[in-house]
């Protein structure tokens, strides 16, 4: 932030910004495993999504029903994978829409942030190039977490968002492999390879670098065992996703009974911060559509809470968590 450079200026201070951008982009493409070549920076990953659906709107498309909503509601027509009742998405469900709808794009995500189950990518990959299609991948919730490699993942094009790895929010990545057809979604000035236009955000970009450098996917590991914990040691809770391969920081579940709002704000008095497993819009507090598509009951969907931990969480933490929630369990169910 002490840099004022315009990153395309070509005066000193804004060869200095430029620097940044660009040490940023070698980062995140070693992260990676791409050529910094490939990386788009963005707002966000809501961002990176919608000029990827967006422009293959006019053609048709398929996204799993477990994506995140910059990827659905970017695309209302695109018909949904479906998903097994462990969260995975149904690599026979893919292949028969694959087959009837000859789709010009495939968007899965690799991990899905509400339930934290792991996709099987490299095979949705294989299905979708045998149908000559374009694949998307929403890696959001992967970067950090589990090896990344866009190129053996089988993509062509992959998004991911800085605050999701330990960066600054309003800051992502758009990375399109060379060949895939470019996608613009903001138009204007030349910057990022005339792909996507307006100043460059040097402090987010510059953040969202460090996030990629400091990356420890072995820290990240080690919360399995918290999360694992907290899991055992809460009865009568129902875990979504729990036979699936997940990343080791997410849990998501349901107490029978009591609403998720209700646990929530308890437990946001508490001082613990978690989030429901159900969107509030509009005033109005909808089912999760990801436990909906793994076809969790309506009643029990409403229950869910999604806790993630955080690589500074400790078991000291999720003593305090299990301690806590037993207690307000005993209150709520009185
Ligand atoms: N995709 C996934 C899987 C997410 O979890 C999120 C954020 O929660 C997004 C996309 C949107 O990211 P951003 O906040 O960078 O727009």
Redo the contacts with the bound molecule.
């Keep these: 932030m002490r840099h004022v450079g315009n990153a395309s200026s070509i005066h000193s201070a804004g060869r200095k910004a430029r620097a940044i951008v660009e040490d940023s982009r070698k980062a995140l493409a070693a992260l990676c495993h791409t050529d910094s070549k490939n990386v788009i920076f963005t707002s966000?990953?809501?961002e990176a999504?919608n000029a990827v659906l967006r422009h293959f709107s006019d053609v048709s498309v398929i996204a799993s029903g477990i994506e995140?909503p910059?990827v659905l509601e970017a695309a209302p027509n695109a018909a949904r994978i479906p998903v097994l009742p462990n969260g995975v998405i149904d690599l026979e469900g893919l292949e028969r829409l694959v087959h009837a709808k000859s789709p010009a794009l495939v968007s899965a995500?690799m991990v899905n942030?509400e339930t934290g189950v792991i996709q099987p990518v490299e095979d949705i990959a294989r299905i979708v190039k045998k149908a000559g299609a374009k694949f998307h991948c929403?890696a959001?919730?992967a970067a950090g977490r589990i090896p990344l490699d866009f190129h053996a993942a089988g993509c062509d094009y992959m998004?991911l968002?800085a605050?999701?790895m330990g960066g600054p929010m309003g800051v992502?990545a758009l990375l399109v492999a060379k060949g895939a057809p470019p996608v613009k979604l903001i138009y204007g000035g030349g910057q990022e390879r005339r792909q996507r236009a307006g100043t460059e955000n040097v402090a987010g970009i510059a953040g969202m670098g460090a996030a990629a450098k400091n990356a420890d996917i072995d820290r990240y590991q080690k919360l399995a065992l918290l999360r694992d914990r907290l899991e055992t040691e809460i009865s009568g809770i129902t875990v979504f996703g729990q036979d699936a391969p997940r990343v080791a920081n997410t849990t998501c579940f349901a107490l029978c009974g009591v609403a998720a709002d209700t646990q929530l704000m308890a437990l946001d008095l508490a001082g613990i911060a978690v989030s429901s497993g159900s969107a509030c819009s509009s005033g109005s507090v909808k089912a999760s559509h990801v436990l909906e598509a793994m076809g969790v009951d309506s009643d029990l969907a409403g229950c869910a809470l999604r806790i993630s931990l955080g690589w500074t969480n400790t078991a000291a933490d999720i003593e305090t968590f299990i301690k806590t929630y037993n207690k307000l369990k005993e209150t709520w169910q009185r």
């Design positions: 966000g990953a809501t999504n995140h910059s995500m942030n929403d959001v919730q998004t968002s605050h999701k992502g």
